[in-house]
């Protein structure tokens, strides 16, 4: 790619990721939640990906990588939600920790927990599939 | 507000019958992209900015990975004339268009007005919902607590498309 993407990605990159991070962490305040904020934060990577390109090892870690945090990712909103089996009322899904005040960043006990966790793992999921077309297909040609 | 839905609901219908006739592969894949737009000002239209917010934001990084696959592939489409079975298909799918329009014609006479009038479960949603999840953002609350199975199941099907596309797409090991 030509310097002006480069120079525009190194700018803009940061800021959408940390937009998709706001929606994630305030999906329980404001629209948005943990799939629309997860594909933002995977535009990101998928932007800096597209703008400065890398050497094929480099994306096959990469590729690794997420697959990790992914799997680790659910997994832990499905450990999340059997804790609530043995806790209080003993129901799946449980929300166990104490709600606080409707409306602070801080409150609905584990709604946002959940929406991390599964920030993360649409995060990862997204970029996964973009780097399997690319890797692919540069495995193929070497 | 329901003549612009119907108007942009129609614009939505001439960009999908484009991108089933355009010649160029890229052109039917930007006009595939006319009917994501517009649904999401649909649903802005409707008073639904979560789903928005997904809707445009997918169809940005679907559309930035299709333009990917169709540069790196033949940019043309073949197309052959119609035979005798393709004309069987045409009046096969207008007899069936024209009979589920008259059923869905009938089904909506009794339908309630246009949102007017909620179920009730929905109103069981909505009353007190606040004060029992602790959300301010209603979808948030009935997404991971009143309809948790359901959130469950999405992030599930998600990682199983990702190992299933990572399974299919490799070529090492596969013979």
């Known amino acids: ?142 | 507000m329901e003549l612009a839905i119907s108007i942009i609901t129609g614009l939505m219908i001439l960009g999908a019958i484009y991108a089933i006739h355009a010649k160029d592969l890229l052109s039917a894949v930007i006009a595939c992209g006319i009917v994501g737009y517009g649904l999401v000002i649909c649903f802005l239209l409707l008073k639904a900015p979560d789903l928005a917010i997904v809707q445009i934001v997918v169809d940005t990084i679907t559309l930035i990975i299709m333009v990917a696959v169709v540069l790196n592939s033949s940019r043309e489409e073949e197309y052959s004339g119609m035979d005798s079975q393709g004309t069987i298909n045409a009046v096969l799918g207008l007899i069936i268009t024209i009979v589920l329009f008259y059923f869905f014609y009938n089904a909506i006479l009794n339908l309630d007005i246009f949102g007017k009038g909620a179920l009730r479960m929905a109103k069981a949603y909505i009353e007190g919902a606040a004060e029992k999840t602790g959300s301010a953002n209603l979808v948030t609350g009935v997404v991971f607590d009143f309809r948790g199975y359901d959130t469950l199941g999405e992030a599930t099907v998600l990682v199983t498309a990702v190992l299933g596309v990572i399974a299919i797409l490799r070529l090492k090991g596969k013979k």
Do not use: C, R
């Open chain 1, 1 to 142: 790619m030509t310097v002006i993407v480069k120079k525009t990605t190194q700018i803009v990159a940061g800021m959408i990721f940390l937009y998709g991070a706001y929606v994630v962490i305030h999906g329980h305040l404001t629209p948005g939640g943990g799939f629309a904020g997860g594909v933002i934060m995977a535009g990101a990577f998928i932007l800096v990906t597209l703008a400065f390109g890398s050497d094929f090892l480099n994306l096959k870690k990469e590729e690794a990588g997420s697959t990790a945090t992914e799997n680790i990712s659910i997994l832990m909103v499905i450990l999340l939600s059997v804790i609530g089996l043995f806790i209080g009322a003993k129901i799946f899904f449980l929300n166990f920790l104490p709600k606080g005040t409707v409306g602070e960043l801080v409150s609905a006990g584990v709604l946002p927990l959940y929406n991390i966790f599964v920030g993360i793992e649409v995060t990862s999921s997204i970029f996964i599939i973009f780097l399997a077309l690319v890797i692919y297909k540069e495995e193929e040609s070497t």
